[in-house]
């Protein structure tokens, strides 16, 4: 959860727990009850609009599997992820909270590329951030370089921008990145894990 200000930039971020890895359906009803309750608190409190994702759960799993958050992307099923959208909205019309609802298409990626090392943002965080920008109707543009793009384990990847098409769409352009950025992470996964099982060697040779 991201709070921002007028203009899009981000006041104050919040991770709220939610573990239904093992919790049978009324356990994880109850778990996602209080998740939501406690997002549209912060809402209330803060005297701001809450702004979510479409439910779309075939195009959010695929967004996980994308950058490979395989844990998340196990964990998340359609009955969890439409309950929670549920109570969401269910919890914020009671208190008075209004609840829109935006395109989640590239959200991860936009994040990630532009505002996560910007603000020093977890990617999610990052995702989070956009949806907000995106309902306010600010620009989506990709920054001008591409060089530092977290990889999600803690380094960054790097490629050319590709050339933009200006009769199309702005998103015709992420999704060209996406492609590049999913063609990057794999090499860098298969250079890791070539180093990891390759000869040992030591660290100095005196």
Avoid: M
């Avoid at 977290?150 to 060209?176: E, I, Q, T």
């Amino acid at each position: 959860l991201i709070e921002t200000d007028r203009s899009g930039n981000p006041i104050q971020d919040h991770t709220i727990p939610l573990d239904l890895y093992g919790k049978n359906q009324q356990q994880a009803l109850a778990l996602i009850g209080d998740a939501c309750a406690h997002a549209v608190e912060i809402a209330r409190k803060a005297g701001k609009d809450l702004v979510i994702e479409k439910l779309d759960f075939s195009e959010k799993r695929a967004s996980l599997a994308e950058f490979n958050d395989a844990q998340r992307s196990r964990t998340l099923s359609s009955f969890a992820y439409g309950k929670i959208i549920g109570a969401l909205k269910s919890r914020a019309w009671r208190q008075g909270v209004r609840c829109h609802e935006v395109n989640p298409a590239f959200t991860s990626l936009i994040g990630r590329v532009n505002y996560a090392k910007r603000y020093g943002l977890t990617i999610h965080h990052a995702a989070a951030l956009c949806i907000g920008r995106r309902f306010c109707g600010f620009s989506e543009e990709p920054s001008r370089r591409l060089d530092a793009i977290p990889d999600g384990k803690g380094g960054h990847v790097a490629f050319p921008v590709p050339v933009r098409n200006r009769g199309k769409h702005v998103w015709s352009l992420w999704r060209k990145i996406n492609q590049n950025l999913r063609v990057v992470l794999v090499a860098q996964f298969r250079a890791a894990k070539r180093r990891s099982t390759g000869p040992h060697k030591p660290a100095c040779v005196t």
